[in-house]
T-cell receptor, first 115, second 114 residues
Framework: DQQVKQNSPSLSVQEGRISILNCDYTNSMFDYFLWYKKYPAEGPTFLISISSIKDKNEDGRFTVFLNKSAKHLSLHIVPSQPGDSAVYFCAASAWGNTGFQKLVFGTGTRLLVSP | DAMVIQNPRYQVTQFGKPVTLSCSQTLNHNVMYWYQQKSSQAPKLLFHYYDKDFNNEADTPDNFQSRRPNTSFCFLDIRSPGLGDTAMYLC?????????????FGNGTRLTVT
């Protein structure tokens, strides 16, 4: 049962345009959402996050939007740069009964930004 | 630079032959995690340590065990690897258990069971 879904395995965008990566979740107990970025042969690195009490968080070229009623979040990259080409993982967390915020990841979306 | 280091980067083992993957960190983080990521799948949490407290995910196979002898090191032992254990194994750390402490990942060990 995939609780965090990234339905687009890949996305191609031209340099300078907007990249929009989407993520859907099913567990209404999730209260914190994160995006990680992964280059080939490297581990994922944290990019940006959002709490469920907010609907938008912005950090430079990166903005995450959260629509709780739709159980949907998206990552916007504006403007996109070739160096943004990577796999982007959406992740969500909820408090478990062991006092631990367990992260559940999506399967990732491969973004290719062409010059 | 403070970091999370995994060794080896690539490991090939035979079916049923025990294997140990290692992870070290210089971040002095309390929490260490092991994730398994199979091809085209999401990373899946196997277990985590908060200091020396070990927490096993309910669906982690008994074949998988872990040791954390000190703050800096954590090991993943696979007692009798099967072909289905071929995957990327990712070690990660965080300063606390809360979501405000993002995970810092190592570069992973790609394990192939033949």
């Amino acid at each position: 049962d995939q609780q965090v879904k990234q339905n687009s395995p890949s996305l191609s965008v031209q340099e300078g345009r907007i990249s929009i990566l989407n993520c859907d979740y099913t567990n209404s107990m999730f209260d914190y959402f994160l995006w990680y970025k992964k280059y080939p042969a490297e581990g994922p690195t944290f990019l940006i996050s959002i709490s469920s009490i907010k609907d938008k968080n912005e950090d430079g070229r990166f903005t995450v939007f959260l629509n709780k009623s739709a159980k949907h979040l998206s990552l916007h990259i504006v403007p996109s740069q070739p160096g943004d080409s990577a796999v982007y993982f959406c992740a969500a967390s909820a408090w478990g009964n062991t006092g631990f915020q367990k992260l559940v990841f999506g399967t990732g979306t491969r973004l290719l930004v062409s010059p | 630079d403070a970091m999370v280091i995994q060794n080896p980067r690539y490991q090939v083992t035979q079916f049923g032959k025990p294997v140990t993957l290692s992870c070290s960190q210089t971040l002095n983080h309390n929490v260490m995690y092991w994730y398994q990521q199979k091809s085209s799948q999401a990373p899946k949490l196997l277990f985590h340590y908060y200091d020396k407290d070990f927490n096993n995910e309910a669906d982690t196979p008994d074949n998988f065990q872990s040791r954390r002898p000190n703050t800096s090191f954590c090991f993943l032992d696979i007692r009798s690897p099967g072909l289905g254990d071929t995957a990327m194994y990712l070690c990660a750390t965080s300063s606390s258990l809360g979501p405000n402490s993002p995970l810092h990942f190592g570069n992973g060990t790609r394990l192939t069971v033949t």
